[in-house]
């Protein structure tokens, strides 16, 4: 890797940590950058973000990348996507968009949101107010004939 790309990836890393108010330390700072420093939308679960940074000679435990990743969500820097209610997904693109569940792969996808349609929600029941809706289409292969 050149000198010249690692300051394009510090730089990236060091103002997405600074949009959400986060103090760029060493290691936010090389968990930010393996996940916006090519300048592109990832989905990662903490133990897949976990390999690629300590790949990449850093390390860090589990734990820290799991804490590290829900305080990047609640800076709104990403967002977290549950599947299965266990699997936890988090999501560099933080606005609402649908998502592809590989149910073979375990893998997150974004999915076209310009052929998502959603007529009518079910009114929120009193007192309350719809927080957000996801949308996650659950993918399987087509058994063969
Ligand atoms: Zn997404």
């Known amino acids: 890797m050149t000198r010249a790309m690692n300051a394009t990836e510090t730089d990236l890393g060091t103002g997405w940590l600074t949009r959400g108010g986060l103090r760029p330390t060493r290691q936010r700072l090389a ?27 850093t390390s860090v435990s589990l734990a820290t990348v799991y804490n590290t990743l829900k305080a990047f969500c609640d800076a709104g820097l990403m967002q977290e996507v549950t599947v299965d209610g266990s699997k936890s997904y988090f999501d560099t693109k ?11 792969d375990g893998e997150l996808t974004d999915a076209p949101a310009d052929q998502l349609d959603i007529a009518e929600l079910p009114d929120a029941p009193d007192g ?3 927080a957000k809706v996801d949308v996650v289409i659950r993918l399987r292969r087509k058994a063969t004939a």
């Open 128 to 130: 309350m107010e719809i």
């Open 31 to 57: 968990l930010a950058k393996a996940l916006i420093g090519d300048g592109r939308d990832r989905h990662v679960t903490a133990e897949s973000l976990f390999e690629a940074v300590q790949s990449q000679g």
């Open 94 to 104: 933080t606005h609402d968009h649908p998502h592809f569940f590989w149910e073979d």
